[in-house]
């Protein structure tokens, strides 16, 4: 069964596709309950699929951009990372080996884009989620709109 991933807009509505058909409709999805984060739609050309609803703000871009991390909670612990998706408030990240990395904690990160420049980016992240090895961040620090990072995202 093929998967959509649509995002959720800030009326509560989505715009799914067909994979069958291409055939687009507008749905609003008020009624459903926060938690359900997918169900399975039939189309009127009886094609089934599953639709994915993605409740984030901002786009995140699927990455493989290799870095280092300090725990600035932990005496200072420190290691490598990949980072794995990147958006302007944040990023998922895999650290490599044994960490003690838990939610709430603040890390400093450093790696570098793959873009024409080489840019690094150095920033202080707030943990918001530890599943083993993979870690969901959010920028700690705003400070204002990163041209660099937003550059990289739509590229």
């Known amino acids: 069964m093929k998967t959509l991933q649509v995002i959720v807009r800030k009326d509560s509505t ?33 094609e089934f699929f599953r639709v994915e609803l993605e409740f984030r703000t901002m786009y995140r871009k699927e990455t493989s951009l290799r870095g280092v991390y300090v725990n600035l909670d932990r005496g200072h612990d420190k290691g490598r990372i990949l980072v794995n998706n990147l958006s302007m408030n944040g990023a998922q990240i895999t650290i490599r080996g044994s960490h003690l990395i838990r939610e709430g904690h ?18 202080k992240i707030l943990v918001k989620s530890v599943q083993e090895d993979i870690i969901g961040c959010e920028f700690a620090e705003n400070t204002g709109f990163d041209r660099t990072l937003a550059l990289y995202l739509i590229n």
Do not use: W, Y
């Open 106 to 123: 603040n890390l400093q990160v450093k790696f570098r884009l793959h873009d024409a420049a080489g840019s690094v980016i150095n920033k």
């Open 14 to 46: 989505v715009e799914i596709s067909c994979p069958g058909c291409k055939t687009t409709r507008t749905l609003s999805i008020a009624g459903l309950p926060k938690e359900d984060k997918s169900f399975i739609a039939m189309c009127s050309c009886n």
